[in-house]
């Protein structure tokens, strides 16, 4: 018990920023040809924790309003975890996701960015009681052609030091 955890969301977003959004990606791209100013997001995730110490993650993402990058998908591979009260602990991890910037706009990924489809590896560790930091690292390419720039390949690097209070 407690092993297996199930979830699904949906969100909706109403502003007029998403109206008149186009531009070129290997040609040319809208956000809706019906021109709306709506996303409407359903989201499916689902998680087993094997051991307690390994764990595969998922979700499934769609919005239903957008013509062109709405979908969005991720796998993941958990190794143990740094715990911020415990100096010494580490965790790891590798995923592959693919990140529709239609359909996950504010993704938390940090190496993998929206309208990127990536490999990625990462490791956490505490060395202090309540200091935990954190390393990730992406490979992959963009999902068409010009998103960042007119280059196809992706390789992030990011870095970050949490400190509890």
Do not use: C
């Not at 021109?35 to 989201?43: H, K, N, V």
């Not at 993941?76 to 991890?93: H, I, L, R, S």
Request: glycine residues 10%; aromatic residues 18%; charged residues 20%.
């Amino acid at each position: 018990m407690n092993k297996f955890n199930l979830g699904a969301d949906f969100h909706h977003f109403q502003t007029k920023d998403l109206k008149n959004v186009s531009g070129t990606v290997g040609g040319s791209y809208t956000y809706a040809k019906n021109e709306t100013d709506q996303a409407d997001i359903w989201l499916v995730k689902t998680g087993y924790n094997f051991d307690g110490t390994s764990a595969l993650n998922g979700f499934y993402a769609e919005n239903h309003d957008a013509d062109n990058f709405n979908k969005a998908y991720s796998a993941e591979y958990d190794y143990k975890g740094a715990q911020q009260e415990n100096a010494g602990t580490w965790g790891a991890w590798v995923a592959y996701r693919y990140l529709g910037g239609f359909a996950d706009p504010f993704s938390t990924f940090d190496a993998v960015k929206p309208n990127q489809k990536a490999w990625e590896v990462g490791a956490n560790y505490t060395p202090f009681k309540n200091v935990v930091a954190q390393v990730r690292y992406a490979m992959g390419e963009n999902i068409k052609d010009g998103v960042y720039g007119n280059n196809n390949d992706v390789s992030n690097i990011f870095g970050r030091v949490n400190f509890y209070f």
